[in-house]
């Protein structure tokens, strides 16, 4: 088992930053293969950023640019640094791995494990 804990959401001005942390427990966190995930209202999860074990990175074309993922292994937690924020990525923020460890794509449906989400409001 993976526990997720996501912080870091809040309320920001189309143009802000704000950085998202997800620490995790349980097993090894540097096996794992993290993804960021979000939810608007009335809309459907969807992808927004992946980083594997030796670090590549994935990003959705919306966020490519603005968003950078990262992670620190010695403090067992994903980062997700948001710049240049709009009033489109406005949602809920999760964060999430796969009990086989690996980066399994862009479908939340094959994701194991999650957190409980954080809230990212950008006004216009």
């Known amino acids: 088992q993976v526990q997720l804990v996501e912080s870091g959401g809040g309320f920001v001005q189309a143009g802000g930053s704000l950085r998202l942390s997800c620490a995790a427990s349980?097993?090894?966190?540097?096996?794992?293969?993290m993804v960021w995930f979000r939810q608007a209202p009335g809309k459907e999860r969807e992808f927004v950023a992946a980083i594997t074990q030796s670090g590549s990175r994935f990003y959705a074309d919306s966020v490519k640019g603005r968003f950078t993922i990262s992670r620190d292994n010695a403090k067992n937690t994903v980062y997700l640094q948001m710049n240049s924020l709009k009033p489109e990525d406005t949602a809920v923020y999760y964060c999430?791995?796969?009990?086989?460890?690996?980066?399994?794509?862009?479908?939340?449906?094959?994701?194991?494990?999650w957190g409980q989400g954080t809230q990212v409001t950008v006004s216009s």
């Open positions: 999430a791995a796969d009990a086989s460890t690996i980066y399994r794509g862009r479908n939340p449906g094959l994701y194991d494990f």
């Open positions: 349980g097993r090894t966190f540097s096996s794992f293969a």
